[in-house]
C-alpha cells in the first residue's frame, strides 16, 4: 500500500525559514515533498521570455534546492499549470494534503479554488495559512466592522 505524503507548494514564499506553510506541513507523521510549479498560464503571457523576475525565481529555486538536499530532501518543480501539475502528483503519490500560503490576487483566489476542488475529488485537502503580511484585509476594521 502506498504511504500517504503531504506537499509544501512553494509560490511567493520561496523561503524555508520563516514559512508558515512549511512549518504546520512539518508537524504532520507524513513525510512532506516540496514543490515549486513554473505556471504556464502565467509564464506564456510574458512578452520578454528572459523576464529578471523569472531570472529572480531559478536563482531561489537553485539556492532551496542546496539547501533541501543538505536537509536529505529534494524540491520538485513542474513547468505547467498548476492543475496539470497536481493531476501528475495525483497519479504519482498518495496525497493527504497541500499546504501553502495564502495567495491574494483574484488569479491565485481562482487557481486555489480549481486545486481545492481537484484534491478534494481526489480525497485530498489542502490548507493555506497567512505569511506573506502581517494583518489580513479583514483583520484590520473600523469600529463598524467593515474595513478601512
Known amino acids: 500500500m502506498q504511504q ?11 523561503r524555508l525559514v520563516d514559512n ?10 507524513d513525510p512532506v515533498i516540496p514543490i515549486f510549479i513554473f505556471d504556464t498560464n502565467i509564464l506564456d503571457k510574458l512578452e520578454d521570455k528572459t523576464d ?10 537553485s539556492e532551496m534546492q542546496e539547501e533541501l538536499t543538505t ?5 520538485e518543480i513542474y513547468y505547467s499549470t498548476p492543475k496539470q501539475a497536481f493531476e501528475t502528483l495525483i497519479k504519482k503519490y498518495k496525497i493527504g494534503s497541500i499546504f501553502t500560503n495564502h495567495d491574494y490576487e483574484q488569479y491565485a483566489i481562482d487557481r486555489d479554488i480549481e486545486i481545492a476542488d481537484l484534491l478534494q475529488k481526489n480525497n485530498a485537502t489542502i490548507h493555506t495559512f497567512k505569511d506573506q503580511v502581517i494583518f489580513e484585509k479583514d483583520e484590520v476594521v473600523k469600529d463598524d466592522g467593515k474595513p478601512y
Open 4 to 14: 500517504t505524503i503531504n506537499i509544501i507548494w512553494f509560490r511567493r514564499d520561496l
Open 71 to 75: 536537509l536529505g530532501s529534494s524540491l
Open 20 to 29: 508558515a506553510a512549511l512549518y504546520h506541513a512539518l508537524k504532520g507523521e
Open 52 to 61: 529578471r523576475r523569472v531570472a529572480f525565481i531559478h536563482a531561489a529555486l
